[in-house]
Nanobody
Framework: VQLQASGGGLVQPGGSLRLSCEAS????????VGWFRQAAGKERERVSC?????????YYSDPVKGRFTVSRDNAKNTVYLQMDNLRPEDTATYYC?????????????????????WGKGTLVTVSS
């Protein structure tokens, strides 16, 4: 199983980016997929999570609530993180993660160390 996060780059404050998390060797449409970020010199921070189905709750951390939107395209086996109104404090490397046994975003967000699969990160830099 491999996850690949992509879509990062340099953007001005107030701008937008859409990150993608593509999977190979695993079908994402029945798994929670979480997003974390880590800024230079700081600890990893939870960002967002999409539940297994539309009836499951998604999660957004307080710093990104109202600005970021997580979604999935099952046909492309991809999960997206739409990031709008970006701020300099959003600068970080973003990682996606999933696990075949974790069934809720609460578990994924609280216990990231238990997640089996992590993609290589994608760097987001918000700067003027």
């Amino acid at each position: 199983v491999q996850l690949q996060a992509s879509g990062g780059g340099l953007v001005q404050p107030g701008g937008s980016l859409r990150l993608s998390c593509e999977a190979s060797g695993l079908t994402l449409d029945d798994h929670v997929v979480g997003w974390f970020r880590q800024a230079a010199g700081k600890e990893r921070e939870r960002v967002s999570c999409i539940g297994r189905s539309e009836s499951d709750s998604n999660y957004y951390s307080d710093p990104v609530k109202g600005r970021f939107t997580v979604s999935r395209d099952n046909a492309k086996n991809t999960v997206y993180l739409q990031m709008d109104n970006l701020r300099p404090e959003d600068t970080a490397t973003y990682y996606c993660t999933t696990d075949q046994s974790v069934t809720s975003c609460i578990t994924a967000m609280v216990y990231p160390g238990g997640m089996d699969y992590w993609g290589k990160g994608t760097l987001v830099t918000v700067s003027s």
